[in-house]
C-alpha cells in the first residue's frame, strides 16, 4: 500500500501559479500517480496523470497545468500556470498499479488517496 501526502494549495489570483506536491512512501511498485480535483458539489474529475513513460493531463488544463516526478525524492509535482477561478477545487493525489491510459480518471481504479489540498484562485 502507498501512503500519499500533498502539500503547496494556497490562495492565488486569477493568471498566478501554484506548485502542488505529492510525497509518496511505503511501496517500490510500478504506479502511475494522478492529480484529481474536486469542488464543491461537483464530481471529482482528473487533471493529470504521470507514469515511467506516459503523461495525460484533462482537456481543462492543457497548456497550462505540468506534471513532473522526482524518483530519486519519491514525489510528483503538479505546476499550475495561468490560474482561473473555475480551478479552485481541493486537489487530491492518487496511485494505481500500471500506467496512465485512456481511463486514468475513473476514480474506482484507484487503491491509495492522499487527504487533499485546497487550491482558491480569487481575487
Known amino acids: 500500500q502507498l501512503q500519499l501526502v500533498e502539500s503547496g494549495g494556497g490562495l492565488v489570483q486569477p493568471g498566478g501559479s501554484l506548485r502542488l506536491s505529492c510525497e509518496t512512501s511505503?511501496?517500490?511498485?510500478?504506479?502511475?500517480i494522478t492529480w484529481f480535483r474536486q469542488a464543491p458539489g461537483k464530481e471529482r474529475e482528473g487533471v493529470s496523470c504521470?507514469?515511467?513513460?506516459?503523461?495525460r493531463h484533462a482537456e481543462s488544463v492543457k497548456g497550462r497545468f505540468t506534471i513532473t516526478r522526482n524518483n530519486a525524492e519519491n514525489t510528483v509535482f503538479l505546476q499550475m500556470n495561468n490560474l482561473r477561478p473555475e480551478d479552485t477545487a481541493t486537489y487530491y493525489c492518487a496511485a494505481r498499479r500500471g500506467s496512465c491510459s485512456d481511463d486514468f480518471h475513473e476514480t474506482s481504479t484507484y487503491s491509495d488517496w492522499g487527504q487533499g489540498t485546497q487550491v482558491t484562485v480569487s481575487s
Open positions: 504521470i507514469s515511467h513513460y506516459v503523461i
Open positions: 511505503g511501496s517500490t511498485l510500478p504506479y502511475s
